[in-house]
């Protein structure tokens, strides 16, 4: 498979323990032989020969392949900074759990990095603004405060605007 039959009685090759003592000099000559063909085609033929294997795909091969599109595992969001957003679904699907298909329940897109801070200090924690405030102030959290549509251009509407936090995260504008 390798074309490389000489690797196949070096002394130094022959067990796990001494492919490990020689590592340093067997990946290189492995690397040598994987780059002369594509991942598929190593698939295929490590595949072929009964070895258990499969590809590594990108995130956006993983989206698109045969089985996540056939069991739904994409879920696309208009996100109100990022714009539109694919991100994994659930992979156990219950038959009767009203989030199993994404369409059955109300599912949001992911929450900017502190877009519920304030709400759960002030409704679960019982804080008043200004103590959130102050914790913002003392940059021990950080409030996510939103970002006006109607204002921004592209390139504002993506960036996080925060207020508060520690020195030096003032909104951005």
Known sequence: MLNKPELAHVERFLT??????????????LDEAFVSKSRDEWWEE??????????VRSVKESFEC????????????????????????HPIKYSKSPVSDGRSAKL???PMLGEHTEETLTNLLGMTPSEV????????????RGVDQSTCNDAQRRRNRWRGGSKGSAEAA
């Not at 796990?16 to 000559?29: C, G, H, M, T, Y």
């Not at 405030?133 to 996510?144: A, H, K, M, R, Y």
């Open 108 to 110: 949001l897109p992911p």
């Open 133 to 144: 405030e102050t914790l913002e102030d003392d940059g021990i959290v950080s409030c996510w």
């Open 46 to 55: 490590l595949g072929g020969h009964g070895f258990p294997c499969g590809p």
């Open 66 to 89: 045969e089985q996540a599109v056939h069991r739904g595992m994409a879920l696309e969001f208009e996100h109100s900074v990022a714009g539109r957003v694919t991100v994994p679904a």
């Open 16 to 29: 796990n323990e001494a492919r490990v003592s020689a590592r340093d000099e067997l990946i290189p000559l």
